[in-house]
């Protein structure tokens, strides 16, 4: 079956103490993202990836990394977790298509729900 | 910045409505928008719209896009309790990120 696995889907965590959210993909896609959603705001995009070992920034990057050192894989890491993180995230992946319907459908993972205290 | 706003942010409505949601949009290089639905879960995809006046139908939904005055509707009709959902509007740039609204809160009462 064609996903995108989110790992853990629920955590909670205490300030200061480094997680790893793992994000995986089998449809072969070139380009991952990372969002974040919280109410009131919406989905907020943290991190992309156009393939491997090509990262960049979106809109709420700060305190955040990601790594993508293979095709399939994006983790994302938070070195030093504080409350204001607390937050559901997605991973999601879709192709990269070039022309003028470039823009993609995104495959979205179940999501994963982080609570930092 | 890009832009996203639909509206309203939330409706209630009985069985067998028929709604409209709106989303208005300001994106650089825009190519095409996407309209996800969002039950307590992960969105999942319902349209892609590429060119404007092109009246997208899956059953009971359908959607527009105005590449003019950079707006998407999205219909329901007959509506379902099943229905009841957030609506997500997403365009997307060339540089394929897609941005997000904050979406419609649908409710569908029986």
């Known amino acids: 079956e064609a996903q995108v696995t989110q790992n853990p889907r629920y955590l909670i965590t205490v300030t200061g103490k480094k997680l790893t959210v793992t994000c995986s993909q089998n449809?072969?896609?070139?380009?991952m993202s990372w969002y974040r959603q919280d109410p009131g705001l919406g989905l907020r995009q943290i991190y992309y990836s156009m393939n491997v070992e090509v990262t960049d920034k979106g809109d709420v990057p700060e305190g955040y990394k990601v790594s993508r050192k293979e095709k399939r894989n994006f983790p994302l890491i938070l070195e030093s977790p504080s409350p204001n993180q607390t937050s559901l995230y997605f991973c999601?992946?879709?192709?990269?298509?070039?022309?003028?319907?470039?823009?993609?459908?995104?495959?979205f993972g179940a999501g994963s729900r982080l609570t930092v205290l | 910045e890009d832009k996203v706003v639909q509206s309203p942010l939330s409706l209630v409505v009985h069985e067998g409505d028929t709604v409209t949601l709106n989303c208005s949009y300001e994106v650089t290089n825009f190519r095409s928008l996407l309209w996800y639905k969002q039950e307590k879960k992960a969105p999942t995809f319902l349209f892609m719209l590429t060119s404007s006046g092109i009246e997208k139908k899956s059953g009971r939904l359908s959607s527009i896009l105005d590449k003019k005055e950079l707006f998407s509707i999205l219909n329901i009709t007959a509506t379902q309790t099943g229905d009841s959902a957030v609506y997500l509007c997403a365009p997307g740039g060339s540089n394929y990120k897609l941005t997000f609204g904050k979406g419609t809160l649908l409710t569908v009462n029986p």
């Open positions: 999601a992946s879709s192709w990269r298509r070039s022309g003028p319907s470039g823009a993609n459908v995104l495959t």
């Open positions: 449809m072969n896609h070139e380009y």
